[in-house]
């Protein structure tokens, strides 16, 4: 194989070059193109019979038909030449008028005007031109131009001028514009009827994207339904299998954890009321800490692990959700900013990005003194940003933050005293959206977390 592909080797860089170029400039949607595949060969066809009717048949009949016409007028001509005249030669102009067809007038003998300008692709102008030389052979002048509807020769005699007017559609096929009509005409019917049914076969597609795009970013999709060439049908099915077996193992891990959430409730519970018997002592100070970070670490996993699936998306109005989170800094002793521009009006799940929030805000206030949150909608997206003037995340080890259960060994430890889930539920949250969540360098200093999820 190797052998037979070596002769091409040097054709492979252009080959590669071309294929970039083409694929810098042509469309990228399925819809437009399809539609090039469908109307590049019909142009291509068309150019082509276009080329050879013009070439070939219009050309070739129009040839034909000068030369008839010019050896008619030759005819008339070795009339003149070698046979007696009436003076008027009112014998002539009959003859030409009733067999002919053509208007001959004999003239005395004058100069024949100066050549009239040639349009560059007129036929019939050419034709004449040569026929005139070859069965004639004598000085002539022809207009083309002047009369739309009829064209002039003069031929010039021993004695005299032989004048003739003959009607455009007896040198030329006058009706090849109708092939011309009737070609380009049901093309373009044919190209819109084609074009209705492309319609019809991507509409499919852009649903089955539309509704895989809504399901990724956690969003319902009710009205989805299996439609278009079988093909397309086979792959929203499988969508819809898929979907429903996400569905399905969502629920049972939601329901499976609920039943784990409450068991070690109520076993911490009853811990606690143990504790309280005890009064307090260090020991049970100790184990009431100890109680109490258990309770927190199984709401954080329990947070990690049921995600945000049981909440729906809703209208939200961020400017009022980040003034919240103001509000309880303020109430906690955090120092902390908020700053919003531009439409207040998102679609996302309100406490599941408020926790997000919360778990960056606590992040950057437990290891910085001052924490700053800012948010925009930028052509369609939410771009929150979270500053704070602490140590910040060495660059090599942003990735491994937001590994869950994974603490920094640094001096940003995340969640000294908790599970190591911060970020991890953060990231959750963002990629839950259909967005994501970026660890950068902070002006402020320390680290900017930055989500950027759908609007």
């Known amino acids: 194989m190797t052998r037979l592909l070596r002769p091409f080797k040097p054709l492979l860089g252009p080959y590669k070059a071309i294929s970039r170029f083409m694929y810098r400039v042509m469309p990228k949607g399925l819809f437009t193109r399809t539609f090039l595949i469908i109307v590049t060969p019909i142009v291509i066809l068309q150019s082509v019979l276009v080329f050879v009717f013009m070439e070939r048949h219009y050309q070739l009949v129009s040839q034909r038909m000068s030369e008839a016409v010019v050896r008619e007028i030759a005819a008339v001509v070795y009339v003149l030449e070698h046979y007696p005249q009436d003076p008027n030669y009112a014998n002539v102009e009959q003859l030409a ?32 031109s040569k026929a005139i030389s070859q069965k004639i052979g004598k000085p002539f002048w022809i207009d083309t131009v002047g009369r739309s509807r009829f064209v002039e020769i003069r031929i010039q005699l ?4 032989l004048r003739v007017f003959t009607r455009r559609s007896q040198t030329f096929a ?10 380009f005409s049901t093309s373009l019917v044919l190209v819109i009827i ?4 492309l319609r019809n076969q991507i509409r499919p597609i852009i649903r089955l994207a539309d509704a895989a795009d809504a399901f990724g970013k956690g969003r319902p999709v009710d009205n989805f339904r299996a439609s278009g ?11 819809i299998d898929m979907r429903r077996r996400i569905e399905r193992q969502i629920e049972q891990r939601t329901t499976m954890l609920a039943g784990v959430s409450h068991d070690l409730r109520t076993i911490l519970t009853r811990l606690r009321l143990q504790l309280a018997f005890l009064g307090d002592t260090p020991e049970s100070e100790a184990m009431r800490k100890d109680v109490g970070e258990m309770s927190n670490m199984l709401e954080d996993y329990l947070a ?17 959700l980040l003034e919240e989170l103001e509000e309880e800094a303020e109430i906690s002793g955090l120092d902390l900013k908020v700053r919003f521009d531009g439409d207040m009006d998102a679609e996302v799940r309100r406490l599941s990005l408020k926790r997000c929030l919360s778990n960056l805000i606590t992040n950057g206030c437990k290891y910085g003194n001052r924490v700053e949150v800012a948010g925009s909608i930028e052509k369609g997206w939410l ?11 060495p660059e090599d080890q942003r990735e491994l933050a937001f590994q869950a259960f994974h603490r920094l060994d640094l001096a940003r430890n995340m969640d000294e005293s908790g599970s190591g889930l911060g ?16 660890l950068e360098d902070s002006p402020l200093g320390g680290l900017r977390a930055r989500i950027r999820i759908p609007a």
């Open 304 to 320: 990690f692990a049921s995600g945000d699936g049981d909440e729906d998306i809703q209208q939200t109005d961020i400017a009022a």
């Open 158 to 161: 021993e004695d005299s001028i």
């Open 383 to 393: 771009v929150i940003t979270v500053d704070d003037d602490g140590p910040g995340i």
């Open 174 to 183: 006058s009706n090849s514009h109708i092939f011309l009509v009737w070609m």
């Open 423 to 438: 970020l991890a539920i953060a990231r959750d949250v963002a990629r839950g959206h259909g967005g994501d969540l970026y």
């Open 97 to 128: 008028s009733r067999a002919l067809g053509m208007s001959m007038t004999v003239t005395p003998l004058e100069p024949l005007p100066p050549p009239a300008p040639k349009p560059f692709f007129d036929v019939i102008d050419q034709e004449l």
């Open 229 to 239: 060439a079988r093909e397309v049908r086979r792959a929203s099915l499988a969508f």
């Open 194 to 197: 084609a074009l209705l049914f």
